[in-house]
């Protein structure tokens, strides 16, 4: 069983940085039923899910939403089985609720590609 615990939210003022990690346990990387993928989506109160970026160990691609690319960097660690969300530049638009995904996949931008979730970790920015 996978296990996924996000951390590093926090309140910062608008052009702010922030780092959240998200560390996984019960799993391989690099073998069947192993985790190929790890992403991060965000939820604003009164809105739905949405996609911010992932990083797949195999392949080594990274995918951003346009709302964050040049301002979000994707990190990962394998030896320590964690990935990081490097945010700077944050804006109040970034206020959110931030989740961690992984999946044994090559997952997308779509939530549903995902198995595991972490508990989430808030973001806020304040302008």
Same mark, same amino acid.
């Given at each position: 069983?996978?296990?996924?615990?996000?951390?590093?939210?926090?309140?910062?003022?608008?052009?702010?940085?922030?780092?959240?990690?998200?560390?996984?346990?019960?799993?391989?990387?690099? @073998?069947?039923?192993?985790?190929?993928?790890?992403?991060?989506?965000?939820?604003?109160?009164?809105?739905?899910?949405?996609?911010?970026?992932?990083?797949?160990?195999?392949?080594?691609?990274?995918?951003?939403?346009?709302?964050?690319?040049?301002?979000?960097?994707?990190?990962?660690?394998?030896?320590?089985?964690?990935?990081?969300?490097?945010?700077?530049?944050?804006?109040?638009?970034?206020?959110?609720?931030?989740?961690?995904?992984?999946?044994?996949?090559?997952?997308?931008?779509?939530? @549903?590609?995902?198995?595991?979730?972490?508990?989430?970790?808030?973001?806020?920015?304040?302008?």
């Amino acid at each position: 069983q996978v296990q996924l615990i996000d951390s590093g939210g926090g309140s910062v003022q608008s052009g702010d940085s922030l780092r959240l990690s998200c560390v996984a346990s019960g799993h391989t990387f690099g @073998h069947t039923f192993s985790i190929y993928t790890m992403g991060w989506f965000r939820q604003a109160p009164g809105k739905e899910r949405e996609f911010v970026a992932s990083g797949s160990w195999g392949a080594r691609t990274e995918l951003y939403a346009d709302s964050v690319k040049g301002r979000f960097t994707i990190a990962k660690d394998g030896a320590k089985s964690t990935m990081y969300l490097q945010m700077n530049s944050l804006k109040p638009e970034d206020t959110a609720a931030y989740y961690c995904a992984a999946s044994t996949t090559a997952a997308g931008k779509e939530s @549903h590609d995902y198995e595991y979730w972490g508990q989430g970790a808030q973001v806020t920015v304040s302008s």
